[in-house]
């Protein structure tokens, strides 16, 4: 496999696929295969002990497959990486590997909906505890991290309202107190934010978002040094088996080579949009952090490359305003999900966030008017005259 290019756009169509080892195909082969043949009884044996490197059986490994993982695991300045059917087959086979009964995990204020579901299904069948924390400050991170902390779990930006963790800061902690910080990187992807250079231990991604792009596959991946990935490789992946089909791996290999002319496009689009957004008499509060008025501002300016693709705002009124808004657009599709060409508009309290407690909603900031926005690559014009005629209909 080829390796060691320099620059992120170079990586993104190169790394991991040599045409030389594949009769010369410009494009990955895709192995749609379930198993591997093996030349005899003894090479198969040889395999399964580990003495003979090769192909077995899919879900233990698969060449379109590993040439996903080469690949994200370079974007991604890491060791190694893994690829999963889905973000939460990720998020789980990385939670369950560094956890045990009785052990307490600290997060980010504010986590993906379902990860917070996952986070309250090990609490009530392993009393693995956990607790959220601003990690706005020194103290108040070293406060939160008890004896029984295993590890930090930090999604930034915090979907949905878009507040940032500075990952530098945590990570620094948790050094201090020699337990790894998983980061969730699926809204900054590796072309704006790299988790691992900031001295943070595991990224998580739901490549179904910005890694796939176009809004064809649900999946997962995993990066960061390698004796943690081979160890999640032969534990809570292979047995618990949340593995990518090598189609899906196909498809995000495909989808990753214009990774950045995408995110440059989608941070183009947003910060129009939420220039426009700033200036609409029916926007309460605005939710960007290349807002220079938002408090996440500097910290996106110290570990970000740029803001990304996500706003959100609340809109003067009820939940009923809200959804009649989003009714009234037009080219804006309704949807939950990201990073894809396609405009995106969603409710998290009636949606992504629909099953966390209200009480935790309204401390995560999730009100009835919020709205979540994952801007497209549509022409910016188009989708600020799709939301200003909304706009005009709800007044
Ligand atoms: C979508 C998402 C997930 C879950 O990923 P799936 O691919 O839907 O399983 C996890 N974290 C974040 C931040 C997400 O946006």
């Not at 307490?104 to 204020?109: A, E, G």
């Not at 926007?283 to 706003?311: A, W």
């Amino acid at each position: 496999m080829e390796k060691g290019y320099e620059r992120f756009e170079t990586k993104v169509i190169h790394e991991g696929y040599n045409s030389d080892e594949y009769n010369d195909s410009l494009a990955p082969p895709l192995y749609q295969t379930s198993t591997f043949t093996f030349k005899n009884a003894q090479q198969g044996e040889r395999r399964f002990a580990g003495e003979e490197s090769g192909y077995i059986y899919s879900r233990l490994g698969n060449p379109t497959v590993s040439m996903l993982e080469e690949r994200m695991a370079s974007l991604e300045n890491g060791e190694s990486a893994l690829a999963f059917g889905s973000g939460m087959a990720a998020v789980s086979a990385v939670l369950l590997s560094l956890t045990k009964a009785n052990d307490h995990v600290l997060c980010s204020q504010g986590v993906y909906g379902c990860t917070f579901g996952l986070l309250n299904l090990m609490q009530d069948k392993y009393n693995i505890t956990h607790d959220f924390s601003a990690m706005d400050s020194a103290e108040e991170i070293r406060r939160s991290i008890k004896p029984e902390t295993v590890c930090i779990y930090v999604e930034t930006p915090i979907n949905p309202t878009m507040q940032l963790i500075d990952l530098e800061l945590v990570s620094s902690i948790a050094k201090e107190k020699g337990i790894p910080v998983i980061v969730d990187n699926t809204f900054s992807s590796p072309y704006l934010q790299k988790p691992l250079d900031l001295g943070c231990d595991i990224i998580i991604h739901s490549a179904t978002k910005y890694i796939c792009g176009h809004g064809d596959v649900i999946a997962g991946v995993v990066a960061g040094k390698k004796e943690q990935m081979d160890h999640i490789r032969m534990t809570t992946q292979k047995d618990i088996g949340g593995v990518i089909s090598p189609f899906d791996a196909w498809l995000l290999l495909r989808g990753l080579k214009t990774l950045p002319v995408r995110m440059d496009r989608h941070c183009e689009n947003a910060g129009e949009i939420a220039a426009f957004l700033k200036e609409q008499p029916q926007v309460e509060k605005l939710f960007y952090p290349g807002n220079p008025d938002d408090p996440s501002y500097e910290t996106m300016k110290k570990q970000m490359n740029k803001p990304g693709g996500l706003i959100a705002f609340t809109i003067k009124g009820t939940k009923e305003t809200a959804q009649q808004f989003m009714n009234e657009l037009k080219l804006i599709k309704i949807a939950v999900s990201l990073g894809d060409a396609e405009t995106l508009i969603q409710h998290p309290a009636t949606m992504t966030h629909a099953v966390v407690p209200a009480e935790s909603r309204e401390k995560m900031g999730i009100t009835d008017t919020l709205l979540r926005l994952s801007i497209g690559l549509e022409a910016w014009e188009d989708i600020r005259d799709d939301l200003m005629q909304a706009f005009n209909k709800v007044k």
